[in-house]
Structure formats: C-alpha cells, structure tokens
C-alpha cells in the first residue's frame, strides 16, 4: 500500500483536488490517502471542504490577519515538517501555483519524498502576473516527479522547460468537481432560487468577479465604470460578489452602489457560484478557475487580464482576453449582447479543459505508476 499525501490550502486547490481525493479512496487496498490542509484562506477552503465532505487529516490554521507572503513562506514549511515526519507519505501532490502548492513541494524535496503536480506547465511567461503564482507554478515544475497537464499545449510547456519523463496529459479536475458539484447543487434548487431572489433571471444575468492583485487602483476603476455603462445602456441584471479586500470594494461601492440592476453581494460559496454561473448568459472574470469551468456550461468568458496562462481556452474560442480597459470591455459585451451568431459561437466552442474524467485518468495511471 502507497501513503499519498495531498496539501492544498485555498478555495481553488480544494475544488481542483477533491474529486481526485475521491477517486483515490475508492482503492483503499492499494492508496493510503492522508489530507493536510494550510488553510491560507480559512474561511473559503472550509467552505469547499463542508460542501464536498472532506476531512482533513492534517491542519495547520496558518492563516493570519493581513498575512504577508513571508509570513505563509515560514509558518507553512515550519509547520509541514512535522507532518511529514509522521505519516512518512511516498507521494505528496500539490495543485497548480499557490505559495501552498511551491512550499508543499519544496518540503517534500527537502524530505525525499515524489511529488506529483497537478495542473502543470501552465504559463504567462511574466514573472509578475499573476504574482507570486507565475513563480510559484515554474518552481514546482522543477521539483516535481510526476506531471499532470491539462492540455497538450501545456505539455509543450514542459517540453521546452527540459522536463523529459512521467508527463500525462489527463484535463483539469476543475470539471470534475464542476459537474459533481452541479449534481449537489440540482437537489437544492429551491434554496438557491430563494437565496438569489432579489435577480430578475428572465433577463439576461452578467456574472462579474474580480479580485487579482494586478488589477488593484486604476484597473478596477477602468471595469467598475465600464459595468456601470453595460448597466444603463443594457436591459441585462449583472450580479457581482465582490471580494472583500479592500483595494476592491472601494473603487466598486464608489462607482457602482446603488445602480438598481447592479447586485453587489458579499463573496459567495462554491456551490452558489456553480448555480449562478449555470444561470448566467456570460462571465466577466478575472478568475484562472473560472476560465475553465464557465465554458463547460456553455457561457462565454471575457478576461479582465492582460495575459493569461490559460491561453488553450482563447485559442479554442471559449474565452477573450480583454484586460482592464473600458472600451475594450464595453466592445466584447456589447458584440455578446446583441450579435447571437457571435454569442453562439462562444457558447457552444468545445471546452479544451477536459470532460470530467481527470481524476480517474490520474488514478489509473498510478495504478502503474508506484
């Protein structure tokens, strides 16, 4: 029997990797499976953790008021030490590009022990954006012994980065998790309708969500005042859970407070977004996950980024880059709201993510693996 040890610590590792804690658990004569948990964001990583029903074996609580990344960097490796003294795991597998995911494989190295990477070889080739994940994703991938693309492309990442050997294109989870949880959230239809009931969903809603720190001050105030155009000059209803960072909630309360088809709502949980981005005619993120997951239900996706490491999803159709500046925004809304050829063809272009059976891939494949 293989120990396998998953560390994550935020909302998007737990979504991503949930589903493939799952289907391990399904092997439990060959997988010991172990969850340790930083909970660098407490409150919306146990959010993911209640509605999926997963316990962690390990938690480390390191989260603390105004955190610094200095601060995650040492309480994070301090505190993984320990756990991985006791369970002793053969694998550890980490998600994506969170301080997290690099410190997670940072002390398996330090310990000898593999490590897997899942949802590896993603890239913005700018070392800044997104900060500090772009570092964070091309460290990982340097001290990983096991890699887990979601596309080809990605795999060619990796290529060109000098990794040679255990590359496995299997897709994203994100669309595992996306379609189970879809499945929960279709035997409480009534609780969702009721929570949202203050929108009207006979018109067409505008999912808005931003929250990157590249887009704080000028940038925020550029999508603000182009949301507050799209409201006066469309008959749409835009619902935007707006991140309580402050750097956000200001120049979004400033400019759109009291608008009355603008809903501004406190963060919301996973299984509420899933609802409403079922609901909504299209999404207006800044999100890496969303990037992903909206084209599965058929919504087109507008980036407020200036590049993203998710470039399959433009390349496939089911997603533009438009960044931060107004016009550009107000150009791609107004084209999806009044052109349905062109709204189609967003909608129904083949999302290049996967089809809900990464975690069974990446399972299979450690079958043989160890």
Known sequence: MKKILFIFGTRPEAIKMVPLIREFKLYPEK???????TAQHREMLDQ???FFGVVPDYDLNIMRHNQSLFDITADVIKNLEPVFNEFQPDVIFVQGDTSTSFLGALGAFYKKIKIAHLEAGLRS???????????????ITHLADYHFPPTSFSKQTLLNEGIKNHIYVVGNTVIDALLWGKEIVSNNETDYVEFFKQIDFNKRVILVTGHRRENFGKPFENISNAIKEISLTHDVEIVYP???NPNVLKPV?????GLKNVHLIKPIDYPYLIWLMNKSYIVLTDSGGIQEEAPSLG????VMRDVTERTEGVDAGTAVLVGTNKE???????????????YDRMAKAVNP????TTSKQVVDIFMNLI
Request: aromatic share 10%.
């Open 31 to 37: 997988f010991n499976i172990k969850v340790c948990v």
């Open 48 to 50: 993911v953790l209640n």
């Open 328 to 342: 550009i925004i107000l150009s791609w809304m107004n084209k999806l709201l009044t052109n349905q050829a062109e």
């Open 125 to 139: 080739f700018d070392k800044y954006a997104p900060f500090p994940e772009e570092i964070n994703r091309r460290l």
């Open 253 to 257: 309360n400033e400019i759109l407070c």
């Open 353 to 356: 993510y996967g089809d809900g």
């Open 299 to 302: 919504k087109p996706v507008l």
């Open 242 to 244: 707006v991140h309580l």
